[in-house]
């Protein structure tokens, strides 16, 4: 495992990879969206053939670039159209319950 791979693995927040990767960023933006550059971050990073036999220098040119189009994927669009998580493509982001469902979750008032 490539020595940026193992220091990316200690980052904890959605900041430390942008400010790492000097990749500007709204912090609102981020605010709202952590989860969602993250985990398209790695959707691109995963797609990006090669990535395990770049050289350190060669891979964070590589990282800077994905990460700044994943945090531009969510300056430009929202989380229900980018779909990155199940609960989006299942539902198009929208929860449907029926009002039978709702009923029967009732207390009887009897």
């Known amino acids: 495992m490539s020595e940026l791979f193992k220091k990316m693995a200690s980052f904890s927040a959605a900041e430390e990879f942008l400010d790492y990767f ?40 590589v990282c800077k670039e994905l990460l700044t189009k994943a945090y531009e994927d969510f300056v430009r669009s929202t989380p229900a159209q980018e779909k990155v998580f199940k609960v989006f493509q299942d539902t198009d982001g929208k929860q449907h319950v029926s009002l039978d469902s709702l009923r029967v979750s009732l207390p009887s008032h009897g």
């Open 22 to 61: 000097q990749v500007p960023f709204d912090q609102a933006v981020v605010n709202v969206n952590r989860l969602h550059i993250l985990k398209r971050f790695n959707q691109y990073l995963r797609q990006t053939p090669g990535t395990a036999e770049m050289d350190d220098a060669t891979l964070s040119g």
